[in-house]
């Protein structure tokens, strides 16, 4: 039987704040165009929005295929679906804080487009493949079997401005309400 990535195991190991996103707050985010999986080249930087909250997650598991060896065991790998899940259900709810939520992962946009379509989920998922993030930014890493994964963090921007970084962010189906509350706190925006 397959297992539900739609649900967390209650034994996850919770990840700890290694400092590797120090560096990020106040920084603008470069022009770094990905595939997306509404099949076109996307740049955050164009998107229309008082906010995008661009999420980077290590990899959505695929129904039938295994997960990486000792996946559970890495702190904050696992979760990516849940997450997901739980961001697309609180699609409104970003929207009237004029916030645009936008993921992003090392996962090949083939893989990103089936699992969109599967999950229904209507927020762009960017693949990043080639790691520009982390070439330009330094967005943080972890490899396991000779694949390389981001680390789970959302960035919120403003103008392309990095102006709040959640990080290490846990438990992921938890998080979009993390951002909501910070928005609800941090926006002037009249709802």
């Known amino acids: 039987m397959d297992e539900d990535f739609a ?21 603008t985010i470069p022009k770094i165009p990905l595939e997306s999986t509404k099949n076109r080249l996307f740049d955050v930087n164009l998107i229309n929005t008082r906010y995008v909250i661009l999420y980077f ?6 129904p039938g295929k295994k997960l990486p060896n000792r996946w559970d065991q890495i702190p904050g790998a696992r979760g990516c679906t849940p997450q997901n899940l739980q961001i697309n259900e609180q699609k409104k ?12 992962s090392t996962q090949p946009v083939d ?13 762009d998922l960017l693949s990043d493949t080639g790691l520009k993030f982390h070439r330009k930014l330094q967005i943080p890493i ?12 959302t960035l919120v921007l ?10 290490p962010v846990f438990p992921p189906d938890k998080h979009p309400l993390v951002i909501l509350n910070w928005l609800k706190k941090n ?4 709802i």
């Not at 972890?142 to 963090?153: A, E, H, M, S, V």
């Not at 403003?158 to 990080?167: A, M, N, P």
């Not at 926006?187 to 009249?190: A, F």
């Open 7 to 27: 649900k967390l195991p209650e034994d996850l190991v919770k990840p700890l704040n290694d400092g590797a996103c120090d560096h990020l707050l106040g920084i």
């Open 57 to 62: 997650f290590p990899m959505m598991a695929i």
């Open 93 to 104: 709810s970003f929207q009237k804080y004029n916030a645009m939520p936008v993921g992003v």
């Open 111 to 123: 893989e990103l487009i089936k699992l969109s379509l599967v999950r229904g989920f209507s927020q």
């Open 142 to 153: 972890f490899k396991l079997d000779n694949k390389t994964f981001y680390k789970r963090l």
């Open 158 to 167: 403003e103008d392309s401005k990095i102006v709040k970084i959640f990080y």
């Open 187 to 190: 926006s002037d925006d009249k």
